[in-house]
């Protein structure tokens, strides 16, 4: 008889969660079936979306679900906090994967040569 432990490996392992000036803002479990849900609804309600802007997800999640749609040609992010784009590259890397997206040219979607990240306050850009 198999045991709860090899049925489900997932969850015997630690989760990772992201906590933001003591409010957490996102988890591995359950981090993709939301930034599934917040990405895909309007890149599929675009008949060819080729230039998309993201407004904040430093974990780079949402850049990684508009990655995966073939017609984009660059993904703008603007993100005000440069260091936390760092950490969650270097302690996250999870969130950011593009190893396994057909058409990227980078394992980290923060490095695909689609993909600019601008660091700055969203309110200066636009």
Same mark, same amino acid.
């Given at each position: 008889?198999?045991?709860?432990?090899?049925?489900?490996?997932?969850?015997?392992?630690?989760?990772?969660?992201?906590?933001?000036?003591?409010?957490?803002?996102?988890?591995?479990?359950?981090?993709?079936?939301?930034? !599934?849900? /917040? +990405?895909?609804?309007?890149?599929?309600?675009? #008949?060819?979306?080729?230039?998309?802007?993201? &407004?904040? %997800?430093?974990?780079?999640?949402?850049?990684?679900?508009?990655?995966?749609?073939?017609?984009?040609?660059?993904?703008?992010?603007?993100?005000?906090? !440069?260091? /936390? +784009?760092?950490?969650?590259?270097?302690?996250? #890397?999870?969130?950011?994967?593009?190893?396994? &997206?057909? %058409?990227?040219?980078?394992?980290?979607?923060?490095?695909?040569?689609?993909?600019?990240?601008?660091?700055?306050?969203?309110?200066?850009?636009?």
């Amino acid at each position: 008889e198999r045991s709860s432990e090899s049925l489900d490996p997932d969850l015997q392992t630690p989760d990772k969660i992201l906590f933001l000036d003591g409010v957490q803002q996102s988890s591995l479990r359950g981090e993709a079936a939301y930034h !599934e849900a /917040l +990405v895909h609804p309007s890149m599929i309600a675009h #008949p060819n979306p080729k230039r998309v802007a993201i &407004i904040g %997800g430093g974990e780079g999640a949402t850049l990684r679900e508009v990655l995966k749609h073939n017609t984009v040609e660059h993904v703008m992010m603007v993100e005000i906090d !440069e260091e /936390l +784009v760092e950490m969650c590259d270097e302690f996250m #890397p999870e969130w950011s994967d593009c190893s396994d &997206i057909a %058409g990227s040219d980078a394992d980290s979607c923060f490095n695909d040569s689609r993909a600019v990240v601008e660091f700055e306050d969203a309110f200066k850009w636009f």
